[in-house]
């Protein structure tokens, strides 16, 4: 199986700053794409930002030029930094992977359990 952890959530006031990290671990043969979607009360999971492996970033218009999404490959890790802040950015956001698996070799879709960010004053 495959495991997302992720970590970097809480508290912030109106045009701060956060940085969430996602480790991935477990059977991995490969990693196609990790992301960020998040999830408001009340809404649906919207895509936050994806980096495909060999591939262009792509960004919500809603966070384009505040948030930015990277890897390290030779630690499976994906991280955000998300910056200026606004409270309609409040959500949950949960860690994404298509990851092909030792377990199946078939490319699956594999998710954190999520980690709350709350922006306010």
């Known amino acids: 199986q495959v495991q997302l952890v992720e970590s970097g959530g809480g508290l912030v006031q109106p045009g701060g700053s956060l940085r969430l990290s996602c480790a991935a671990s477990?059977?991995?043969?490969?990693?196609?794409?990790m992301g960020w979607y998040r999830q408001a009360p009340g809404k649906q999971r919207e895509l936050v930002a994806a980096?495909?492996?060999?591939?262009?970033?792509n960004y919500a218009d809603s966070v384009k030029g505040r948030f930015t999404i990277s890897r390290d490959n030779a630690k499976n890790t994906v991280f955000l930094q998300m910056n200026s802040l606004k409270p309609e950015d409040t959500a949950v956001y949960y860690c994404?992977?298509?990851?092909?698996?030792?377990?199946?070799?078939?490319?699956?879709?594999?998710w954190g359990q999520g980690t709350q960010v709350t922006v306010s004053s």
């Open positions: 980096a495909p492996s060999g591939g262009s970033t």
């Open positions: 994404h992977a298509i990851v092909v698996a030792t377990t199946n070799w078939y490319a699956n879709n594999y």
């Open positions: 477990g059977s991995i043969f490969a990693i196609n794409t």
